[in-house]
């Protein structure tokens, strides 16, 4: 199915948790931030948050330069 | 309050939402800004043009050659100065009306609390993980707002946050050991990117300062420099937060060993 990943559409299999999607895509910070829909998804809650067909998804690695 | 300036700042007393009054409550207010270095450089200048009456600037640098593709309040006649004297001589050169406290410290959790008494609003100019946290758990005990900003690259972000109604900082940032919040001299960073986000927070403190417009609470603005996205994500506060969550812990160190 099609989502909208960081700004551009992505294939993806059907039935993903957040985190099974995090594995997806390889995503090396464990402490990326998730955001589905425009929202911000707690950690405690990757595995119950599925994702379904044309959810915006956005991998957030926070900067933290000044 | 007679204002002496109003040639000055004739041109935001005109905008009906700051006027004459809200020009005096800005006189009258108080602004820490955490750390004079790319983001610092310019909230400092815009607040101190804006006529913030008292700003107090805190960082433990001197200024070197490779600050100056960002910091813009530090010239090559600054090299090698305190970054807060060198701050504060240029913010006295644009605005000799407000006071200035420079500070040449490094903000910790033993230290903070002192700097914040009669302060209104905290403004991030950091560039690690460990002195926001500081500021996070220092103004949440003090009822303060802060705004945060961070960059790398060419990207930024931006959030307000107002202890007891909003998402804290470590509600989204909840761990030191995130990969990109690590300080380093290999991390490259455009000037005009931290202009961008510092501008962003200007804007952001004069709102909260006055009460007008609709403030950056609970909502994150990330920019993403390069191709020129901007998005907003919705927070909520984490219930889960060590910060100011129900089951929050007090911070593990008592020293900050990160420099600003």
Not at chain 1, 35 to 58: F, H, L, T, V
Not at chain 2, 12 to 30: C, D, M, N, V, Y
Not at chain 2, 71 to 86: F, R
Not at chain 2, 110 to 132: A, I, P, S, W
Request: charged share 20%; proline share 6%; glycine share 12%.
């Amino acid at each position: 199915m099609k989502i909208q990943f960081n700004g551009l559409e992505e294939t993806i299999p059907q039935g993903l948790s957040i985190r099974k999607l995090i594995e997806f895509f390889g995503e090396g910070d464990p402490h990326v931030i998730v955001e589905q829909n425009g929202r911000y998804i707690y950690p405690k809650n990757y595995d119950r948050c599925m994702i379904a067909e044309n959810d915006r998804i956005e991998f957030i690695n926070p900067n933290l330069g000044g | 309050m007679v204002l002496l300036d109003s040639d000055r700042y004739a041109r935001q007393i005109k905008l009906a939402q700051i006027g004459t009054t809200g020009q005096e409550r800005l006189a009258g207010s108080t602004v820490l800004i955490a750390g004079a270095g790319g983001l610092g450089s310019l909230s400092a200048l815009y607040l101190a043009a804006a006529g913030v009456g008292h700003l107090i600037i805190c960082d433990p640098d001197h200024v070197e050659i490779s600050n100056l593709n960002r910091q813009l309040l530090h010239a090559e006649t600054s090299l090698g100065k305190p970054k807060v004297a060198s701050a504060a001589d240029r913010l006295g050169q644009l605005n000799a009306s407000i006071r200035i406290t420079p500070a040449q410290v490094r903000l910790d959790h033993g230290n903070m609390d002192g700097f914040l008494e009669g302060v209104d609003l905290v403004v991030d100019g950091c560039d690690n993980y460990q002195t926001r946290q500081v500021i996070n758990r220092a103004c949440r005990g003090h009822n303060l707002p802060w705004v945060f900003g961070g960059v790398q690259g060419f990207d930024g972000m931006i959030s307000s946050f107002l202890p007891g109604t909003t998402a804290c900082f470590e509600c989204i940032v909840p761990d030191p050991a995130t990969k990109s919040g690590a300080p380093s001299p290999d991390n490259g960073i455009l000037g005009a990117c931290a202009g961008m986000i510092a501008s962003i927070q200007a804007m952001e403190a004069v709102k909260l300062l006055l009460g007008i417009g609709t403030p950056l609470a609970n909502r994150l603005i990330r920019i993403s420099g390069l191709d020129m996205r901007i998005t907003t994500t919705c927070l909520s506060p984490n219930p889960d937060c060590r910060a100011c969550g129900p089951t929050r812990q007090k911070p593990r160190t008592k020293k900050n060993e990160n420099p600003i």
